[in-house]
């Protein structure tokens, strides 16, 4: 007889910015072992991390005055399994235009600018994922996207941000707004989605499935 086996415990941290009684609600519908939390000590004994947020990117230091940033650098710096959503994704870049006196994880090379004047910010609503080719991204491993498995390609995804992360080599997935911003990141154990998946309806429930299925 097989010994039973334990989903993953993801921990969603809670640093007092984040939409999480719904992105709770939809790893709930998962199924996925989830626990929301202010406590560094469940961030680095979890066996995932997901970092959610909405806001000014200021609101991020939240994470400075409670221990969560080490934390969660140090579970990620680790391979641990970790997904920023919206301002968590942008935490994953070197900084904001929105708030310079605070700096980012810097992950990914870059800052986050505000979108140009020929569209009316903030970004809100549905836009379609372009799905980048590991071929066509400068610097990629050649990989395909983990995050995006099985996610048809220019699917919709709902989106509410005012800033917008470059496209770097770890850019899986684009959108368009006045400019083309990088709307899904991925590099080894580290995954960002510029818009909400627990907005987007099915195609945010695979991608979130995805993530609860990563092994890294």
């Known amino acids: 007889m097989m010994a039973p086996t334990t989903a993953p415990k993801i921990a969603i941290v809670d640093y007092g910015a984040g939409n999480l009684n719904s992105v709770k609600k939809a790893f709930d519908y998962l199924d996925a072992k989830v626990v929301v939390t202010t406590q560094p000590e469940i961030v680095a004994t979890a066996d995932k991390v997901v970092l959610p947020g909405v806001g000014h990117f200021s609101a991020l230091g939240g994470l400075d005055n409670t221990g969560l940033r080490d934390a969660v650098l140090q579970g990620a710096k680790s391979g641990k399994p970790f997904l920023g959503i919206c301002l968590g994704m942008q935490w994953l870049f070197e900084g904001s235009d929105e708030a310079p006196e605070f700096t980012g994880a810097g992950m990914f090379a870059g800052r986050c600018r ?15 994922l372009a799905v980048r080719e590991s071929s066509a991204r400068e610097g ?49 154990n580290i995954f960002g989605v510029q818009f909400h998946p627990e907005k987007s309806w099915t195609v945010g429930l695979l991608i979130l499935k995805n993530f609860c299925e990563v092994k890294c």
Do not use: C, M
């Open 140 to 188: 990629s491993t050649g990989k395909s996207s983990r995050l995006l498995r099985n996610v048809t390609p220019d699917s919709f995804v709902y989106y509410t941000h005012s800033f917008q992360a470059p496209i770097v080599a770890a850019t899986t997935a684009a959108s368009e707004y006045g400019a083309q911003f990088s709307a899904v990141v991925e590099q080894e």
């Open 114 to 128: 505000p979108f140009p004047s020929s569209v009316k910010s903030p970004h809100v609503g549905w836009n379609s």
